[in-house]
């Protein structure tokens, strides 16, 4: 996996890591700024790194955002397993 790779030092890895958090924090960026959440839920194959991926998203969108300071903004991550499905 992509993320194992990363956290072992592979080089390329964590280029395509580091890559996938700027976009997505770039995306919270802009759905915060627009929308002004109280939190936003990532679920799904990239928030099974856990800490590590969301550490790298929470260091991207700071900077692009205007609306809120990050202490009032919950960003959690949910398991595809754990989510509850109709």
């Given at each position: 996996?992509?993320?194992?790779?990363?956290?072992?030092?592979?080089?390329?890895?964590?280029?395509?890591?580091?890559?996938?958090?700027?976009?997505?924090?770039?995306?919270?960026?802009?759905?915060?700024?627009m929308?002004?959440?109280?939190?936003?839920?990532?679920?799904?194959?990239?928030?099974?790194?856990?800490?590590?991926?969301?550490?790298?998203?929470?260091?991207?969108?700071?900077?692009?955002?205007?609306?809120?300071?990050?202490?009032?903004?919950?960003?959690?991550l949910?398991?595809?397993?754990?989510?509850?499905?109709?």
């Amino acid at each position: 996996m992509v993320f194992d790779a990363a956290k072992e030092g592979d080089h390329l890895a964590q280029s395509i890591v580091e890559k996938a958090a700027d976009y997505i924090g770039k995306g919270l960026a802009i759905t915060i700024n627009m929308l002004d959440p109280e939190q936003i839920i990532l679920c799904g194959g990239l928030t099974l790194s856990g800490d590590f991926f969301i550490d790298m998203i929470k260091k991207r969108y700071p900077s692009i955002r205007c609306v809120m300071p990050e202490e009032m903004l919950k960003l959690l991550l949910v398991k595809v397993d754990s989510m509850l499905l109709p």
